[in-house]
């Protein structure tokens, strides 16, 4: 059977298995964990304070230029991380989830505390089923990236006319399309980084950031499949 060396840190490993991709998988899932947590901790804060509520909700500067600065954040890490170090890339990913949170936290307002819970946990077990789908997988998901690009395209589209035209049969269509192709997405995103980690032979800067920018994706996959059930299964208040 042939060997092949792994370095993590000052230590070698020699086995027929790739140490170095599963270690840096473990880090994709406890980033998007760690993410996770801080939006979920910070979206549950803000819902609390009335004056929090009051400082982003009653002003569409303040609201849009938050979500503008979630769009900023992502298009910085995923086009300049390799110019930044890990720790500055890491910062920029916990500014990310804490904004996104804050943006979140509407939901406790919309929605009740138990349908908010419970979709939470079918969006784990989904998200759960086709992470070890797409890991576990022999079959080769690259030709399912094209499909749903033009997918999420056409749903963003989807999205921005029934802002206008505000139908509820439209937006629960948009949705169940949403989850579709977002858990699609999953399973696509953990082969596709897992792929990237298979000729991985050092757990160092650049792969630690490489794990860093499969951690924001999948952490994207879980709260668009978290948000696009909650409309479908949600109790509204």
Known sequence: MEENNFRLGN???TDDVNVVGTVLMRKVFSWMALALLITGLTAWVVAGSEQLLSIIFSSRITFFGLIIGELALVVAMTSAIHRMSLS???LLMVLYSVINGA?????FLLYTADSIASTFFVTAGTFGAMSLYGYATKRDLSSWGNI???GLIGL???GVVNMFWMNNTFSLLVSAIGVVIFV???AYDVQKIKTLFNDA???NESTQKIALLGALSLYLDF???FLYLLRLLGSRK
């Open 11 to 13: 230590t070698t490993f």
């Open 88 to 90: 500055t890339a890491t």
């Open 103 to 107: 943006t979140m936290s509407s939901i």
């Open 148 to 150: 749903l690009f033009m």
């Open 156 to 158: 963003i589209i989807a």
């Open 184 to 186: 699609a997405l999953t």
């Open 201 to 203: 032979t050092e757990v």
């Open 223 to 225: 709260i668009n499949i």
